[in-house]
């Protein structure tokens, strides 16, 4: 029996990607196993699913912020591959909730060890950038993380992001991208 979500989602577009927001629905077939979540999203969910930073407990923590349907879009979004057929999750990229009251909103993005260094965390980071500056209460975009992590970095400067300083754990620095930068 196929389970779709009751409501529609929310997805948004790259050259590569397809960004599905997160959703109460999806986010518990996810923590059900691989067959109801790839049964929801209608794409193949790899056997090393979920990746880094993004295990039960994370995301039960995404399902608690859910409840308020004002983080729709604010919380995970689940990249599916046009590349492959039929269509894989390939990782998650997302914002740890709405923008502050000084319009400033946290990214963070994490990607399967098989589908590394092929560009698709920076397409993805690109893309939600660009969603959240379409918000007008949104000013900066930041993301945090430890310094020997390159490969993040990386992602972090081919995006526009610049250093900002440190993070707001010991041992973590902050990148940051201003609304005013980006076109």
Same mark, same amino acid.
């Given at each position: 029996? !196929? =389970? =779709?979500?009751?409501?529609?989602?929310?997805?948004?577009? !790259?050259?590569?990607?397809? %960004? *599905?927001?997160?959703?109460?629905?999806?986010?518990?077939?996810?923590?059900? /196993? $691989?067959?109801?979540?790839?049964?929801? &999203?209608?794409?193949?969910?790899?056997?090393?699913?979920?990746?880094?930073? #993004?295990?039960?407990?994370?995301?039960?923590?995404?399902?608690?912020?859910? +409840?308020? %349907?004002?983080?729709?879009?604010?919380?995970?979004?689940?990249?599916?591959?046009?590349? +492959?057929?039929? !269509?894989?999750?390939?990782? @998650?990229?997302?914002?740890?909730?709405?923008?502050?009251?000084?319009?400033?909103?946290? @990214?963070? #993005?994490? @990607?399967?060890?098989?589908? $590394? @260094?092929?560009? #698709?965390?920076?397409?993805?980071?690109? =893309?939600?950038?660009?969603?959240?500056?379409? +918000?007008?209460?949104?000013?900066? *975009?930041?993301?945090?993380?430890?310094? +020997?992590? $390159?490969?993040? &970095? =990386? *992602?972090?400067?081919?995006? /526009?992001?610049?250093?900002?300083?440190?993070?707001?754990?010991?041992? *973590?620095?902050? #990148?940051?991208?201003?609304?005013?930068?980006? $076109?």
């Amino acid at each position: 029996m !196929s =389970r =779709r979500p009751r409501h529609p989602l929310r997805v948004l577009e !790259s050259r590569r990607l397809t %960004l *599905v927001a997160a959703t109460s629905e999806l986010v518990l077939a996810d923590l059900e /196993g $691989r067959d109801d979540f790839s049964d929801m &999203i209608g794409a193949q969910v790899p056997e090393n699913w979920p990746p880094e930073l #993004y295990e039960n407990t994370a995301m039960r923590a995404v399902l608690e912020q859910l +409840h308020d %349907l004002a983080e729709h879009g604010w919380s995970v979004w689940y990249l599916l591959s046009k590349k +492959h057929q039929p !269509s894989q999750v390939l990782g @998650i990229c997302g914002f740890k909730g709405k923008p502050g009251p000084s319009g400033s909103v946290e @990214i963070t #993005y994490s @990607i399967l060890d098989q589908f $590394r @260094i092929q560009g #698709y965390a920076t397409e993805a980071v690109t =893309r939600l950038v660009h969603w959240a500056f379409s +918000h007008q209460n949104v000013t900066e *975009v930041s993301a945090e993380t430890l310094p +020997h992590l $390159r490969k993040s &970095i =990386r *992602v972090m400067e081919k995006t /526009g992001f610049s250093k900002t300083g440190p993070g707001s754990e010991q041992g *973590v620095v902050r #990148y940051a991208v201003q609304k005013s930068l980006v $076109r």
